[in-house]
């Protein structure tokens, strides 16, 4: 099993990223995005369901949008309106319909001000 994220990178406060995952070698039920900032533990962002429920941490409701294409297994995270503190290591996340949990590599994410 392995996920693939790209679209990590520099970007200025208030402005947009999108993420991307691709999930291989399993099929996705619950898929999502968690990050981890220096000295802080990893966070849960946005998670959604197979059915197509998200989930959003309070600090990203209404600037963060999560969806997922299941013909390609593969989660998305548009991230508008950005700012210094979602700087941090963005990983993707998936759940498989036997509970499995897989990780993928994380990739940087990081907001000037």
């Known amino acids: 099993v392995q996920l693939q994220a790209s679209g990590g990178g520099l970007v200025q406060a208030g402005g947009s990223l999108r993420l991307s995952c691709a999930a291989s070698?399993?099929?996705?039920?619950?898929m999502g995005w968690y990050r981890q900032a220096p000295g802080e533990q990893r966070e849960v962002v946005a998670v959604?369901?197979?059915?197509?429920?998200?989930t959003y941490a309070d600090s990203v409701k209404g600037r963060f949008t999560i969806d997922r294409d299941n013909a390609k297994n593969t989660v998305f995270l548009q991230m508008n309106i950005v700012k210094p503190e979602d700087t941090a290591i963005y990983y993707c996340?998936?759940?498989?319909?036997?509970?499995?949990?897989?990780w993928g590599r994380g990739t940087q994410v990081t907001v000037s001000s």
């Open positions: 959604i369901s197979s059915g197509g429920k998200p």
């Open positions: 070698g399993t099929i996705s039920n619950t």
């Open positions: 996340y998936a759940m498989n319909i036997y509970a499995h949990q897989y």
